[in-house]
């Protein structure tokens, strides 16, 4: 299975997840110490059963849906659209669990009432208003997460960075070759438009386990846990399928922009001291001579005329196999006391 599918399946476990504590919750407060002024008085052993059997398959259609708005709507459409498709989908969620509900619930209870008059249920409207709040909930939690990036806000609500503490890791960094000239020529709108788009292909990546870090101007900082990276040589990989995205979509670039982007990259392996800073916008933030020792190989490409340059180190954790390796020479990078052996990588 692909990372891009274990991804998909993390997505909807999630929902799962989440939709059947959300209505465990309203059992709780339903069905513990309240009646039930509608046609089903829900007793809270039967309501639990409810919310083991509807929890799932409403976090299943409710992932999905959240993934096909952000892999194939939600860059293609207005702020105004997004905000449509999004209200029409609960509503639509909302009519699937009334018809689902409505196929379910005799099977529980010994009422039998017509489809209509379940709808309309005095207590089925707060049960929809609940739905429709939590639906939105899930979807601002979604985003948020994919802002932070990876899995960070679990991790942040779990306080695990609120403590600095040491990870070993690959960063890699990626610039846009030609900027000013691309800046010049394309005015600031069409050239932010461009960097949008070579980011959204950059999202290839995550088929190569790679967190994407930041995003600073024309560049973007990729990294990995040690052994992710390592694995599959997903840190040269990462880079080389980043490449072959730009130069599959290279009509559509040269159609709107009379450009075909090409990025370089520097990478570096080794300790990094990983925090939360920030007091009224919360950030993980990396801090240690490995990410400098990272920018400032990329920063090399140029000098030596390459796409993608390596430190020895990096270079000696990595598995040969498919990849050439070529020695470029013992450089001294400004800041470091010794110098630093730099290859380059091909494919």
């Not at 809270?44 to 849906?65: C, D, R």
């Not at 800073?277 to 400032?296: F, L, M, Q």
Request: net charge neutral.
């Amino acid at each position: 299975m692909s990372f891009r599918n274990k991804h998909r399946l993390s997505i909807i476990a999630t929902y799962c997840v989440g939709w059947t504590l959300a209505f465990i919750f309203l059992s709780i407060v339903r069905g513990i110490g309240a009646t039930e002024n509608g046609a089903y008085d829900f007793d809270f052993t039967t309501s639990l059963l409810y919310s083991v059997i509807m929890g799932p398959i409403f976090g299943a259609i409710s992932g999905y849906a959240q993934i096909y708005i952000y892999e194939r709507i939600y860059k293609r459409a207005s702020a105004r659209e997004l905000i449509f498709i999004r209200m029409l989908l609960s509503i639509i969620f909302i009519i699937i669990l009334i018809l689902i509900s409505y196929l379910i619930l005799p099977l529980l209870f010994e009422v039998r009432i017509g489809l209509w008059e379940f709808i309309t249920d005095e207590g089925s409207f707060p049960i929809y208003f609940y739905v429709f709040c939590v639906d939105i909930f899930m979807g601002a939690l979604s985003q948020i997460n994919l802002m932070l990036g990876g899995n960070n806000l679990w991790k942040i609500l779990r306080g695990k960075f609120y403590i600095p503490h040491e990870e070993n890791r690959i960063f890699m960094f990626l610039d846009l070759q030609s900027s000013t000239e691309y800046a010049e020529r394309l005015g600031h709108i069409e050239y932010s438009m461009l960097i949008r788009d070579c980011f959204n292909d950059l999202g290839v990546v995550i088929e190569n386990e790679a967190e994407i870090y930041q995003y600073v101007g024309d560049e973007a900082i990729l990294t990995w846990q040690l052994r992710d990276g390592l694995r599959n040589q997903n840190c040269i990989n990462a880079f080389f399928n980043f490449k072959n995205q730009l130069l599959k979509k290279k009509e559509y670039y040269k159609e709107k922009y009379n450009v075909v982007p090409f990025f370089k990259a520097g990478l570096n392996d080794g300790i990094v001291v990983a925090t939360e800073v920030g007091k009224y916008k919360k950030e993980i933030a990396y801090h240690g001579d490995t990410i400098n020792t990272a920018a400032r190989i990329q920063g090399k490409c140029n000098e030596f005329q390459q796409e993608l340059l390596l430190s020895e180190s990096l270079k000696n954790k990595l598995n040969p196999a498919g990849i050439t390796f070529e020695r470029l020479g013992n450089i001294t990078l400004r800041g470091k006391r010794s110098d630093v052996n730099i290859y380059t990588a091909f494919k």
